[in-house]
């Protein structure tokens, strides 16, 4: 039974809301998360033939070289505003945060490289490792704050110190922020960031310098066009898992055991921001995925322009309202659009392409 319908008949005291938003017509797109500008929001009418080359220039580069400018602001910043609560520093940190998510379903290529995709984005972090390992950087003897400032002893570091979601935790967490000494959290600040510029930067070189054109030029990695668009079609499905699967299922929980706590990026109440950012950067490679079928683009485009509309419905940024049941059964509902997205993508997109969705991290062993 799909996940939002699995509680309904214990959801009496909301069922006149829940009868009310289901039928109720839903809101225009009032894109509350923007793409990167670089990024094209919708794909164009293309020929079969152009599927690849539209992905690559409006889509995987550009989005890739949004993260690492963003990125390289981020560490330039953190240089002269590494206090937490700058408001110079919490912009910059949310201004790469929304780049990273933007091509955060592209788990493949230069983000694999050396775990590049885990160094920035260490999540969900089911041990809770990360606020430990902060917690014993942030009270390390000068020695070990001495090695921050060289690359590649900081490389050497846990992974639950690197990345987007350990220094979340250092911005918003209010035991962490008040733990050290300011110029101990300002250095690790400055070390984190530096890590991040120089591992997108990394990213962004490899994709312009060879990747890219393997994705052209099918000839090794990748022997025909087929296997490319197996590659696409993977992140792509990849992608819905981890928005419906833990983005939303995993503060969702169940529902006499919901789970705030596993919202993603809560303390900086960003959960639902990654969620409608996801979608909007999903839908074109989708649209890009569909060209040549008319009805088929258009059935995509409706799926995700429904998801969409009902996560704009949405008011709480940090998922933190799950337990309460009219709003546990809005972000069910949610859950259910993009189970039906995947759905639609995997019996028609992928047959029609001649590619299934294929192994992926999340498979297990």
Known sequence: MPRCRTHLHTLAGALGIALALSSAPLPAQTSPAELPEQMQTSAPDLHPDQQVEWILSGHILPGFDALAGRSADLAEVAQTHCAPTDARLRSAFGSAFDAWVAVSHLR???????????????????????????????LADGNTTANWANAEEFAKQSIALRGFY?????????????????????????????????????????????????????????????????????????????????RLGRP?????????????????????????????????????????????ARAVTAAFDKARSRADQLDDPALAGVGDPARRFRLETLQQDVTNIRDLVTSQLGPRLGVTAGFNSLDGD
């Open 108 to 138: 493949f290529g230069p983000s694999e490289t050396a775990n590049r995709a885990f160094a920035l984005a260490f999540w969900p972090d089911s041990r809770n490792k990360i606020p430990g390992t902060l917690r014993r950087a942030l």
């Open 166 to 246: 350990a220094l979340e935790q250092l911005l918003y967490d209010p035991e962490l922020m008040s733990l050290a000494t300011p110029p101990q959290t300002c250095a690790l600040v400055q070390a984190i960031t530096a890590d991040m510029a120089r591992t997108t930067a990394a990213i962004s070189t490899d994709w312009h310098a060879s990747y890219a054109d393997e994705l052209r030029t099918p000839s090794d990695r990748y022997r025909t066009t087929a296997e490319v668009r197996q590659e696409l079609f993977k992140s792509l499905t990849t992608g819905l898992q981890i928005l419906g699967d833990m």
């Open 252 to 296: 969702l929980g169940s529902f006499d055991a919901p789970r705030p706590e596993r919202a993603e990026a809560r303390r900086s109440a960003r959960s639902l921001r990654h969620i409608r950012l996801t979608l909007a950067a999903m839908e074109p490679l989708a649209q890009a995925l569909a060209a040549g079928d008319t009805d088929l």
